[in-house]
């Protein structure tokens, strides 16, 4: 739900008859998840709805689609983001300050390639925190580039290529924390790879965010990250693959493996599938497990991960097979599974229970 064009999801989304949305809208309405982040979602950059998920709910979520019962989601959240900022500094060396390449995060305009909280139970936006503003260069060990960037532009050049936001979740007597982030893709880069660097170094970031690292700061002075008794779920397109793709996979090996995350849903039994992806056949040859890919390229880009003081009943991967009903929602109209008709990524869903009161699972 991405376009050039600042103000174009906007008015994509001001009437109801777009196919597109209907059949994005009709999967959502299926899984029926509590808690929704929707990656590469326009809205302005400096955070807030221009009316954009507003329209989205309104027209398509909360009317039902292709058999689908509505949902409402009375709680959303637009952070800020870094996509289509432009630095003060040229940072791609041209001599230019222009977007998209100068943008602090790539985007054609501030708020392009954005993404968004949905949930049916409170969001505690006085609460939320974000590493949004964290200069890339003030990760310890980074892997920024040394002879890339000119001496101002590495000053100004912040880590995250949106936002790395926690935001706490109200679910009965319980709080539940999304840490959420969608860093860059590890490509369209040179020999330098400050995007597949760029990459690694916003898992790292996420990882110190779980660690509670000391040195951590938030965009309002507040230092470290995640209490170590927290309840908490990692959600994003987080552009990275342990077992295929261009990026550095240290990074995604740490998060997956990580003592604090769940196991069996990061790396074991209960690591999100699909009856569809099996007979996927991808542009390039993958080691990994086609039943857990999530994006038509064969790879496993995104992901619900719950912390392991959690107790996770099930998950799955939206990719129906090519005899299930559902199969039409992310084909085309000639039965292609194919982007245009909703997404090059798959919807994950993870179940969790939380002790949270009578009547809330």
Not at 22 to 42: T, Y
Not at 57 to 72: N, V
């Amino acid at each position: 739900m991405s376009l050039p064009e600042p103000g174009a999801i906007l008015a994509q989304t001001a009437t109801a008859e777009e196919p597109r949305l209907r059949r994005l809208a009709a999967i959502i309405q299926h899984i029926r998840p509590d808690v929704l982040m929707l990656c590469e979602f326009d809205h302005p950059g400096t955070g807030g709805d221009d009316g954009s998920l507003a329209n989205f709910c309104r027209h398509y979520l909360e009317r039902g689609q292709h058999q689908q019962q509505p949902i409402a989601y009375p709680y959303r959240y637009c952070p800020p983001t870094n996509t289509g900022l432009l630095s003060p500094y040229d940072l791609d060396g041209d001599g230019e300050r222009t977007l998209p390449g100068d943008g602090l995060g790539f985007g054609e305009h501030h708020g392009h390639f954005s993404f968004v909280l949905l949930s049916r139970y409170p969001l505690q936006e006085a609460q939320i925190r974000s590493w949004q503003q964290w200069r890339w260069q003030d990760l310890p060990d980074h892997l920024m580039p040394a002879d890339y960037y000119s001496p101002q532009a590495r000053e100004v050049l912040r880590l995250s290529s949106k936002n790395h936001v926690l935001v706490p979740v109200q679910v009965g007597a319980q709080q539940l924390n999304l840490l959420c982030c969608h860093p860059t893709p590890p490509v369209f880069d040179g020999e330098e790879k400050r995007n597949a660097r760029r990459n690694h170094d916003e898992l790292r970031l996420l990882t110190d965010i779980i660690d509670h690292a000391p040195w951590l700061r938030d965009d309002w002075g507040a230092r470290g990250g995640l209490a170590a008794d927290d309840k908490f779920v990692v959600l994003g397109d987080l552009n990275a693959d342990m077992a295929d793709g261009d990026g550095i996979k240290a990074g995604i090996r740490r998060l997956l493996l990580h003592p604090r995350i769940h196991r069996q849903v990061s790396a074991g039994k209960l690591t999100p599938k699909s009856l569809g992806g099996r007979f996927h056949l991808p542009w390039q040859p993958r080691q990994g497990r086609a039943t857990e890919w999530t994006h038509l390229a064969g790879l496993r880009l995104d992901y619900v991960l719950p912390s392991s003081n959690l107790d996770v009943l099930q998950s799955g991967v939206f990719w129906p097979d090519k005899k299930d009903p559902l199969r039409h929602l992310i084909c085309d109209e000639q039965g292609r599974p194919r982007a245009q008709a909703g997404s090059d990524h798959r919807l994950v869903w993870v179940d969790i229970r939380l002790n949270a009161g009578p009547d809330v699972a």
